[in-house]
């Protein structure tokens, strides 16, 4: 779970200090940054797998991809900042496996990671260029500073105590040592002193040292990388979501909405009861989500999985009230796009960070309500313990309709909008800056050395429909 984001040197984004609770939606007209925040969050996650230059050109630029590793730095006119910095705070998973099946338990769960990178021209690579690792450190944050970084409310006794746990004598788990080429990132092993840490020349890296964490060396490194891994931008497309799959599909949701029958079908085989057959339990599953389906339309009586032995594919149907069965494919975009949704909130394997675009779209105003309560319903429950039921996961939206912003509680708000700023350089820009609602927990809790900016309430009106007559 990401809690809080700075980044500085990436696109519009200079100097920006984003805290996020377990909702977050974030306003702001067309062209104004908000796409930028989700890459930024995206660009992170593929620094956690990747090598450094592919995690770069999974990251879209102005038109839409990336053809050269410098459009991600900031610009003003033709002038590129020399180098770019992250700083993520998240809680992670308490335990997982590494790439080889290797079981692993965090020492502590609350961490901060930053990176900063600059680019540097590659010969060999022309159109590309390359990017070079100048410092790289992952450190662990107090359990008892924990209640001034986690400002958005929750229960301390429950959902925080069952979170954040665990302790850590030595700070890093990750550090930077040296300058210019003598540079050295090293790996701490878990039991701080008693290991020593395994150190590499930072000079020529291809990737993160975090990308390369593995359950023996540093299990807590590694759960940082797996929670980095998880947060992902989900585009449901239509025609993946219609698709029907084979027996041997994945049985995870795409972040396109690729394979929502087949991952259905896997979930409603998991919830089997001793106390129940197992038609029951698959009934209850499928009663689940057509009963949140029913939310969004009157009409629904059923929601399933046709399967087909013969071709041995799996189709997602949904019968109304009156008996009429529909297949996915007769369905439209925004009920497929809620049906995702509430295949996610099911599923327990579903964690992390969930980026989503404009979620309101093809769907009708007056519902839109519902769907953002299903958003909602999504992320980890902040009252109640962190367990298989409420998993640690998080959403993230951003949106330009008047109809979201309306509907969002107002500490889940934050509004995107330019600012004009003054580089070191001297030249202005313009800049995003991310500023809260007043009264609001950003606004009343964090520290005003923070320099936090708030929204009036008056500005907002223009989010808002003009009344008609």
Avoid at 44 to 64: C, H, K, Q, T, Y
């Amino acid at each position: 779970m990401l809690t809080r984001l700075k980044v500085s040197g990436f696109k519009n984004l200079v100097n920006v200090d984003v805290r996020f609770s377990p909702f977050t939606c974030v306003a702001g007209v067309n062209g104004v940054g908000k796409s930028n925040l989700f890459d930024a969050i995206r660009f992170l996650s593929a620094l956690a797998d990747l090598p450094l230059i592919e995690a770069a050109l999974s990251v879209r630029d102005e038109g839409g991809r990336t053809g050269d590793v410098r459009s991600l730095f900031h610009r003003i006119g033709n002038d590129y900042a020399p180098q770019m910095s992250f700083e993520a705070e998240m809680i992670v998973p308490g335990e997982g496996v590494d790439d080889l099946g290797q079981t692993a338990e965090a020492s502590i769960t609350f961490l901060r990671y930053s990176i900063e990178l600059a680019y540097r021209p590659d010969d060999s690579l022309r159109s590309l260029g390359s990017l070079e690792l100048l410092k790289e450190e992952l450190v662990h944050i107090n359990l008892g500073d924990a209640p001034k970084h986690l400002l958005f409310n929750h229960k301390a006794k429950t959902w925080r105590k069952s979170a954040v746990k665990g302790q850590r004598r030595v700070p890093y788990f990750i550090s930077t040592e040296g300058e210019g080429t003598n540079r050295v990132i090293k790996l701490h092993q878990d039991g701080g002193s008693s290991g020593r840490p395994l150190a590499r020349s930072a000079a020529d890296l291809p990737r993160t040292v975090l990308s390369v964490t593995n359950a023996a060396e540093s299990p807590t490194a590694l759960l940082a990388r797996r929670e980095m891994q998880s947060w992902q931008l989900l585009q449901l497309e239509p025609s993946s979501l219609r698709q029907p799959d084979e027996f041997t599909a994945p049985t995870k949701l795409g972040t396109d909405g690729s394979h929502l029958a087949s991952t259905l079908y896997h979930l409603a085989r998991l919830r089997k009861n001793l106390r129940k057959s197992d038609q029951e339990a698959e009934a209850q599953v499928y009663a689940q989500v057509a009963g949140r389906l029913a939310e969004l339309l009157d009409d629904v009586g059923e929601v399933g999985i046709e399967r087909d032995d013969r071709r041995e594919l799996l189709t997602l149907m949904v019968t109304t009230r009156d008996g009429t069965t529909h297949p996915a494919r007769s369905l439209s975009d925004g009920t497929m796009r809620f049906l995702a949704l509430a295949v996610l909130e099911l599923d327990p394997e579903a964690q992390g960070l969930l980026c989503l675009e404009e979620p309101e779209n093809g769907i009708h105003p007056e519902r839109i309500p519902k769907i953002l309560r299903l958003l909602q319903d999504i992320a980890t429950d902040v009252e109640e313990p962190v367990d298989q039921d409420n998993p640690l996961r998080q959403v993230i939206i951003n949106t330009h309709s008047p109809a979201v912003v309306q509907q969002v509680p107002e500490d889940s708000l934050l509004v995107a909008e330019l600012k004009e700023e003054k580089a070191p350089s001297g030249q202005w820009f313009k800049g995003v800056r991310f500023s809260c609602l007043p009264n609001t927990w950003r606004h009343l809790k964090v520290a005003e050395t923070e320099n936090t900016s708030t929204v009036p309430l008056g500005k907002l009106l223009a989010y808002y429909p003009v009344p008609v007559g």
